[in-house]
């Protein structure tokens, strides 16, 4: 037994070299197994990254478009309102009476009537009907449409008729009858431009 204890003793050496060997085969597959799953997550996570980046990217991009956009959207917005501060804040139906009468009467047009309307509210203004009755030469009447145009507040023609006169009056031009709407406008105090943001 004595021999069979000094042979193990003498053999030990190799039994333990080969159980090491053995465990750092173990580990170095273990290892090697590990090594290649964080392989393969790191070029999953590069995939994702990449996804990501560009992502951020469209993000900035259309900030960028927004804060571009918001800018544009104030721009109009005030635009709007500069606009809507040159209307008038009233439509003083005296004045603008005495105007039509004074430019009617300079331009000799006959039996001139202007009758006012009502009112109606638009989103950005409030606009009043003048109805206009009269008898003049088609000349008359266009010039006092020319000057309504250069007039300093703001005024459209909304309807125009001309209707032919058989008066049996024969002249140099002919006489006809006009019938019209004049739209005056004043600013309308409830709106508020809405910029959305």
Do not use: C
């Not at 003049?136 to 008729?161: C, H, P, S, V």
């Amino acid at each position: 037994m004595k021999e069979l204890v000094n042979n193990f003793i003498e053999k030990f050496h190799f039994l333990v070299l080969i159980w090491g060997l053995w465990t750092a085969y173990e580990k170095y597959d273990e290892h090697s197994i590990q090594l290649a799953e964080i392989i393969e997550r790191g070029a999953g996570l590069e995939e994702e990254i990449a996804k990501t980046r560009k992502k951020v990217k469209e993000i900035k991009e259309f900030s960028k478009k927004t804060d571009e956009y918001k800018t544009r959207v104030e721009e109009v917005a005030k635009n709007i309102e500069t606009v809507q501060k040159q209307l008038p804040a009233d439509t003083n139906d005296s004045q603008i009476l005495t105007y039509f009468q004074s430019e009617i009467n300079s331009l000799n047009i006959m039996d001139a009537n202007f009758v006012p309307g009502g009112e109606e509210k638009s989103t950005y203004f409030i606009s009043k009907d003048y109805t206009l009755k009269g008898k003049g030469t088609f000349l008359q009447f266009l010039i006092f449409l020319e000057r309504l145009g250069k007039a300093d507040r703001i005024y459209n023609i909304k309807e125009l008729k001309l209707f032919s006169l058989s008066d049996g009056k024969k002249g140099r031009f002919q006489i006809i009858s006009g019938e019209g709407v004049i739209q005056a406008y004043r600013f309308n105090p409830d709106f508020r431009v809405d910029r959305g943001f």
